[in-house]
């Protein structure tokens, strides 16, 4: 195998008795990586895409990459007594099978809608909720966004938007946070006797298969906690509430620590049956491009009260997945932004 140096999330190194890992991956070692010489005789090992022994009383090594790096690393902790060391790591693919996957991923980008098939839709089959209903008492959020500072000149708010990784050790007002969800995911009309709602994002067919998830961590008047946005409502609903986010947040989205520091983070999944039951087998590429509409208005909507996010795809998938309380099968997360007032 050769080496390839990537810029990327996906790592391919081979342990004991498993297949390649995939973005995060936990393995533990036989001795304690304490020294300078052990890292660098493990590294080696990994480079050279060695099978590792495993012992799980000993430390673990899994992969991340740093929000201040521009290369992957890998990052050995011991358990005991939190030591850690930092290097470069250049991932493994396989040189035969880098055209592969490079293909796939291009063909999946293409509008190959040129498939045979009847969707559940033109089936005349029911369909889905056009969103998910409340199960915990409602928290109604304003539209009194006239009492926010917004900005009004667009070309403005065009040249400032940028990626913020750097929060202030501030709190964001409720009103901010409905306003950014109501810019996001809003319900403006539903349409055809319930047949699809008009929303402050352009969506494949009106689906909008997209629910929003919050880590919420500093927001005035809200409990730190895991809350849920009800679009039809404009309300929200505490699914749980959990003290000490910041540092769960900061895992969940790969160690990456602007993440820990945010006021809220946001968390979209999606509930894909909303887009398959009319586009089927052609569903999933629109979906993404969707996302990316919703992230968009996020990036835009922040800018316009002076608050700052970045766009993270780089997240535990199962971990998220579970702290949303999701099933990971019919709906799980495919996008997150850290939100907070610009330092």
């Known amino acids: 195998m050769n080496e390839k140096n990537l810029k990327a999330w996906t790592y391919f190194l081979k342990f004991q ?31 050279k895409g060695e099978a590792l022994p495993l012992d799980a009383s000993m430390s673990a090594a ?8 521009e290369q992957p690393s890998l990052i050995l902790k011991a358990e005991a007594d939190g030591f850690y060391v930092e290097s470069d790591i250049e991932a493994y693919v396989p040189e035969a099978d880098m055209p592969k996957l490079i293909e796939k991923g291009r063909q999946f980008m293409k509008a190959n809608m040129v498939h045979e098939f009847a969707s559940d839709q033109m089936m005349k089959l029911p369909q889905p909720p056009l969103c998910k209903a409340a199960v915990k008492p409602l928290i109604p959020l304003s539209k009194a966004f006239s009492e926010l500072p917004i900005k009004q000149d667009f070309l403005s708010i065009i040249n400032e938007r940028k990626s913020h990784r750097v929060f202030a050790n501030a709190p964001i007002s409720l009103l901010e946070l409905s306003y950014l969800l109501w810019c996001t995911q809003g319900v403006k009309e539903v349409i055809g006797n319930g047949y699809a709602t008009k929303r402050t994002v352009p969506c494949g067919g009106a689906r909008h298969e997209f629910e929003t998830y919050l880590s919420v961590m500093n927001v005035e008047g809200l ?22 986010l910041r540092a769960k947040t900061r895992t969940l989205l ?62 535990l998938q199962k971990e998220c997945d579970a702290f949303c309380e999701l099933d990971g099968e019919e709906e799980f997360i495919v996008y997150t932004a850290p939100v907070g007032r610009v330092s």
């Open 62 to 69: 899994y992969l991340m990459l740093l929000d201040h790096q």
């Open 17 to 47: 008795g498993e297949k390649p890992a995939d973005t995060t991956k936990t393995v533990s070692c036989k001795q304690p990586v304490n020294d300078e010489q052990a890292w660098h005789e493990l590294r080696g090992r990994l480079l």
């Open 223 to 244: 409990p730190c906690g895991v809350y849920h946005y009800l679009p039809m409502e404009h309300a929200l609903e505490c699914i749980r509430e959990e003290n000490d």
């Open 254 to 315: 790969c160690d990456q620590a602007f993440a820990g520091k945010s006021a809220v983070t946001f968390m979209w999944s999606c509930v894909c049956y909303r887009a398959e039951w009319r586009y089927s087998i052609d569903a999933h590429r629109i979906i993404l491009q969707d996302i990316g509409h919703v992230g968009e208005n996020l990036y835009l909507a922040c800018t316009s009260i002076d608050l700052g996010t970045c766009g993270v795809g780089a997240y």
